[in-house]
């Protein structure tokens, strides 16, 4: 694989996955297709060199635009998508756009293109809830908000395309990521943003026990990575943190880490259909060698050190529509706060 077009490579995962590619792979050309949405961001990237990444200005959702950047290509890895929950609950039109069209319009210029390899990367919030245990790739997914719906129905076009067009499609579902760069609006870095300024941390009243299993960023690039070498296509592949954690005790390490009290935890009122729990077993992709090799206490403090460092790259990003979003959002908030 020389010329890899990675869909969404401006947001969080996906440009870790292109700095990722361009250090690990030498001989590696990046076309990196992005839209450049409220969380695209070209920060993200602005270390690539220019000789070795190219950046096209695109939407998913543009077949047109799409089929000509694809073209050339060996291998496509989607992480264009809107991506937040909360959002999806205010209005999911953008989510079904990219999350679903834009993912049958790559389907449809892989077919047409003979693409080699299309990865799909998706989420395990595909398979919904779960009290105990952790979910296989065999069990039948039930998302339970927009957002997870969007992946899903875009999960599921990828798999028709590999079954009635033998389009080599390969999917991965991560559990939720943390680490640099984060978009501001996902509950680690606003809770540490928060924190950094002494501002509330919104936690989802009655969703302070609820469970995510966090998987840092660049283990979840390498598993995304090795799947797109070494897995099957038609297959899925989980890629799971290992780290489950109360929303409760993600905030409190964020206090310590910062320095600040849990004066600053303001509940909210709950998400509305909140997820209780995620886990997911990864054994699978670990069959094929991966293994995530950070560890919690370590990713934390790395990660939280990161954006007290660098308030350059979060400060510009909340203003504007950010802050519109986030009176929206946390309009309870505001009203405990004003
Ligand atoms: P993000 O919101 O930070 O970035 C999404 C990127 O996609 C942005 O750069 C945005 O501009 C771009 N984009 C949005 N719509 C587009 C379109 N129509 N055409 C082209 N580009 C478009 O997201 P993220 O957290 O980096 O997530 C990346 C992928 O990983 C998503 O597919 C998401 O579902 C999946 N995922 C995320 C997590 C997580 O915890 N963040 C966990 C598992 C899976
Ligand atoms: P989030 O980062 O939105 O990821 P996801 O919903 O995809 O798992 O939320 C992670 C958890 O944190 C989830 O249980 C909801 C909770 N949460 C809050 O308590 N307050 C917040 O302001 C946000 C954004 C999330």
């Known amino acids: 694989m020389k010329r890899i077009l990675v869909t969404g490579g401006a947001g969080f995962i996906g440009s870790a996955f292109v700095r990722y590619l361009l250090r690990t792979y030498p001989d590696v050309h990046v076309v990196n297709y992005d839209k450049m949405t409220y969380a695209g961001n070209l920060d993200n990237v602005k270390e690539c060199p ?8 695109g939407d998913i ?11 050339g290509c060996d291998a496509v890895v989607n992480f264009a998508a809107e991506t937040h929950v909360d959002r999806s609950i205010m209005g999911a039109t953008e989510f079904l756009r990219t999350n679903v069209d834009g993912v049958y319009n790559i389907m449809e210029a892989a077919k047409r293109l003979g693409t080699a390899r299309v ?15 952790s979910f296989k790739e065999t069990d039948p997914i039930n998302p339970r908000n927009p ?15 590999f ?32 924190a950094i300024d002494g501002q509330p941390l ?5 969703g302070e026990h609820n469970v995510r299993d966090w998987l840092y960023v660049d283990d979840h690039c390498r598993g995304i990575d090795l799947a797109l070498r070494e897995g099957r296509p038609g297959e ?5 943190g290992g780290n489950e954690r109360e929303n409760i005790e993600l905030t409190r390490r964020i206090l310590e880490l910062t320095g600040r009290d849990e004066s600053l935890i303001r509940f909210v009122p709950d998400r509305p259909g909140h997820d209780r729990r995620y886990s997911i ?25 990161w954006y007290q460092e660098n308030e350059w790259w979060w400060r510009k990003i909340k203003t504007g529509e950010y802050l519109e979003y986030y009176k929206r959002q946390y309009a309870a908030l505001s009203a405990i706060t004003e």
């Open 202 to 206: 919104p936690l989802y009243e009655g």
């Open 163 to 194: 079954t009635t067009f033998g389009v080599p499609v390969i999917i991965t579902r991560g559990s939720n990521t943390y680490g640099p760069y984060q978009y501001p609006e996902k509950v680690l870095p606003l809770f540490a943003t928060n």
């Open 236 to 240: 899925v592949y989980n890629v799971a």
């Open 50 to 57: 220019p000789d070795r990444h190219t950046f096209v200005r």
């Open 119 to 133: 990865l799909l990367v998706s989420t395990d919030e595909v398979y919904g809830s779960i009290d105990t245990g």
């Open 61 to 71: 959702a543009d077949a047109t635009a799409l089929g000509a950047a694809m073209e």
């Open 147 to 161: 957002y997870s719906a969007a992946k899903a129905g875009g999960e599921l076009l990828g798999r028709s395309y």
């Open 281 to 305: 077993d990864a054994s699978k992709l670990r069959a094929l060698g991966w293994c995530p090799r950070m560890d919690w206490d370590e990713g934390m403090a790395l990660t939280i050190r």
